[in-house]
């Protein structure tokens, strides 16, 4: 099953990539194994997924250990700073710095590691209360002040749009957040040049390659549904 609805998913992003315009190379798949069995990620990788994304620091660490293969990993989910020591180097991206406080916390760590963290910063661009993420008016000044700490480099934006039947419903958002990456970087903040843009899941991933992702995050689509009982 997951055969094949990865070859169903790879279609429709080439999809979207034909009607953008861009190139299938300047989107990568995030396979959201959260929840997940490590029998699932093997069954991805053999059908050529390299790159997965969880969103618990406990449950990707537990992957990491089992999974020795060289995959990337990428932790898509809401961070506390008291996890952050478990995390830092264990992941090629951090998608979801929120604070400066996070940030600093993700700083500490990586300087003790003696490495730079990759991280994006994680907007709420539909100002929804049930999410995590800064609002866009705030995004400038919290990377004038992450780009400030040397062991961390801001590669983009990340956002998760609001749940919607119609993904049509979050294009405007999609287009929002790439505007918001371009008008930072046109700023030119020391040590602030952003390519990154991580956005789209399984309702809506299409519609986010068309506005310019370069990550999208799919987990649904390609495990099927998640059953939580044991979170
Ligand atoms: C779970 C999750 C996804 C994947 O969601 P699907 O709708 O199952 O594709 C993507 N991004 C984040 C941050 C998630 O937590």
Not at 102 to 110: G, I, K, P, R, T
Request: proline content about 2%; glycine content about 6%.
């Amino acid at each position: 099953m997951i055969g094949e609805n990865l070859k169903l998913v790879e279609e429709e992003i080439m999809g979207a990539c034909e009607r953008a315009n861009r190139s299938r190379d300047e989107v990568t798949l995030i396979a959201v194994s959260k929840t997940k069995p490590v029998g699932d990620i093997y069954e991805a990788m053999e059908c050529g997924i390299m790159t997965f994304g969880e969103n618990k620091v406990q449950e990707l660490n537990d992957k990491v250990e089992i999974v020795k293969e060289p995959v990337s990993w990428h932790f898509i989910g809401h961070l506390q700073r008291n996890k952050v020591k478990q995390l830092v180097g264990k992941t090629v991206l951090i998608h979801s710095v929120d604070s400066f406080r996070l940030a600093e916390q993700v700083h500490l760590e990586s300087v003790k590691k003696d490495i730079v963290s990759e991280v994006l910063i994680e907007v709420n661009v539909a100002k929804e209360e049930s999410k995590f993420g800064v609002f866009a008016e705030d995004v400038e000044n919290l990377i004038r002040e992450v780009a400030k700490l040397p062991n961390i480099a801001i590669k983009g934006l990340m956002t998760i749009a609001p749940y919607t039947q119609n993904p049509e419903d979050n294009r405007i958002h999609f287009q929002n957040l790439r505007k918001l990456l371009i008008d930072i970087n046109a700023k030119n903040i020391d040590n602030v040049n952003m390519s990154e843009l991580s956005m789209g899941m399984t309702g809506d991933y299409a519609v986010a390659i068309e506005e310019g992702a370069t990550y999208v995050r799919v987990g649904t689509g390609i495990f099927g549904v998640r059953y939580y009982n044991n979170n």
